[in-house]
């Protein structure tokens, strides 16, 4: 079964500038959850989509933003650039059924952003 | 807010030493708990999971125990091995989504 899938690998971008972040989630998953991992922050909570849904968002301002297609893969945008959206940024799936309990994520490999 | 707190790191150990990975949580409720490992390059990895108190989570040798008592999930493993490099995260669920410790980076010489 594949896993979560991302791209591109790597994406760099000048100050100012849109990036697009993609993945698709592991099949049969209809949530796709987004993280920022910068240098020494940590993980941070972005954003969950959820059946086409965006249903909760992290403290991030409104310049980051993303959607959900009808089979399931996310975009995630990241408008007007700045030098401390360097990161790595993962996605994340999972299955949350009709419980609506949240289920174990599964994470891609990541899209490295450099900004400059 | 829910929060998690993990030892801090670096961890250096030689092979097959014993290996304790502290962690413990604030949550509201009974969240779900989780360690994933990181390789370097990559992306996170499930390790292993816990989902109500006294559950024991393991996997490839690692254990860690849902204590609700102590609000802790220490993750162990007997017997290390160079493979076992990487940097590990604590991490709770609540409200849909996953809320992390800061990573411990563990390194393991031959």
């Known amino acids: 079964e594949a896993g979560v899938t991302q791209s591109p690998t790597h994406l760099i971008k000048t100050r100012g500038q849109q990036a697009t972040l993609r993945c698709s989630p592991i099949s049969g998953h209809t949530s796709v959850y987004w993280y920022q991992q910068a240098l020494g922050l940590g993980l941070q909570f972005l954003l969950w989509?959820?059946?086409?849904?965006?249903?909760n968002r992290g403290n991030f301002p409104p310049r980051f933003s993303g959607r959900q297609f009808p089979n399931y893969s996310s975009e995630l945008n990241v408008n007007a650039l700045e030098l401390e959206d360097s990161a790595l940024y993962l996605c994340?799936?999972?299955?949350?059924?009709?419980?609506?309990?949240?289920?174990?994520?599964?994470f891609g490999p990541g899209t490295r952003l450099t900004v400059l | 807010g829910d929060s998690v707190t993990q030892m801090e790191g670096p961890v250096t150990l030689s092979e097959e030493a014993f290996l304790t990975i502290n962690c413990t949580y604030t949550a509201t409720g009974y969240p779900s708990l989780f360690w994933y490992v990181q390789y370097p390059g990559e992306g996170l990895q499930l390790l292993l999971k816990?989902?109500?108190?006294?559950d024991k989570g393991s996997n490839k040798g690692f254990e860690a125990t849902y204590r609700k008592e102590t609000t802790s999930f220490h993750l162990e493993k007997g017997s290390v091995q160079v493979s076992d490099s990487a940097v590990y995260f604590c991490a709770l669920s609540g409200a849909q989504k996953l809320v992390f410790g800061q990573g411990t980076r563990l390194t393991i010489n031959p």
């Open positions: 989509y959820d059946e086409g849904e965006e249903r």
């Open positions: 994340a799936s999972s299955f949350i059924g009709q419980t609506r309990a949240t289920d174990t994520q599964y």
């Open positions: 816990a989902t109500k108190a006294d």
